[in-house]
């Protein structure tokens, strides 16, 4: 898997998620001082990026105003996918 930054704007996170707020908070002082540490997961399925994990450090770098985020990229294909979104 390669990790590359991808911006946030072009990760489709199509299953909604329930953050919890106090995990955002600390992880956006975090993110602050040292960065992000641990790359979030996606999927790429035909040059499109889905993200079913992640979601507080997601939440996070876009409440702080990042243009990218760190991923973990993994190519899959739409039947991949498929299995993901049922």
Not at 8 to 31: G, W
Request: charged share 25%; net charge positive; glycine share 6%.
């Amino acid at each position: 898997m390669a990790i590359q930054e991808i911006p946030l704007q072009q990760i489709r996170r199509p299953l909604p998620r329930q953050n919890d707020p106090a995990k955002v908070q600390a992880l956006m002082a975090s993110i602050r001082e040292i960065g992000l540490q641990e790359p979030i997961d996606v999927l790429e399925v035909q040059g499109q990026y889905w993200g079913f994990s992640g979601c507080h450090r997601y939440e996070a770098c876009t409440r702080l105003g990042h243009e990218t985020i760190r991923c973990r990229v993994r190519k899959a294909t739409p039947t991949v996918l498929k299995h993901h979104l049922a």
